[in-house]
């Protein structure tokens, strides 16, 4: 499978999605699914290095790189994690990618859409998309791919590299296998800051011709509250995603009379 995550598979569909035709079909599906991007692992197999913290929130830096080590995609963010749930906050016009285009964030940003809000909820099989523009989220189901990891046991196979800095601190570089129940084998590259705990600052994960990058900045070791991980009080419910994407089509087209 190739390592464009779930999270980034949302990022990128929403264009496509938004241009889809009502056909009746499974309107509540992640966009992406429509777009034909591919889906992976690689958000939720990271959890899977938190090891022994309750919780964190974090300055993040999510990058896809190939073999050469040349970067195709860098997405900043605001990452919180808490017993499995995860949050991921971005603004879309901050990606770094040659796919980009501007005139595709500023529709996005007359629609209310280049920002967002993605909580993914393993416990609940769910994914809750907000957004802060529209006041507005929906909710879909986690695919089976990725759910199945946010709660399968891993066994972690750990090798010391060397020790270096990464994120500006001094960490253990490990080479981490991690082996789920259903022999679903993933390699990685780990730095463990000394000076938090052995929390993982910078994670390589590899699969194929890819690699995707985590780098975590401005590390707060406490468990964010449970309500973060709620869709925002006051934010107006759509019953799908075809229902948020038409209003903030709406949205657009009122702006232009």
Known sequence: MRLFSLFFALLLAVPLFAAQPN??????????????????????????LFVGVSGFTAQAEMRVLDKAGREQMRTPMQYAWRAGAVRMDVDLAQIQSGNQKPEMIAGLRRMGMDRQSSIMLPASGRLVMAYPTLQGFAELPLPKQDAAVLVEEFKIERTEVSREKAAGRDCVKQRVILTGGSNRKVQANVWLALDLKNFPVQVEIEEGTQVVAFRFSEVKLAAPDEAFFAPPAGYTRFPTMSALVQAAQRRLTLEKK
């Open 23 to 48: 056909t009746g079909t499974n309107t509540n599906r992640p966009p992406g699914a429509a777009g034909g991007l591919s889906q992976s692992i690689a958000a939720a197999v990271v959890t899977k």
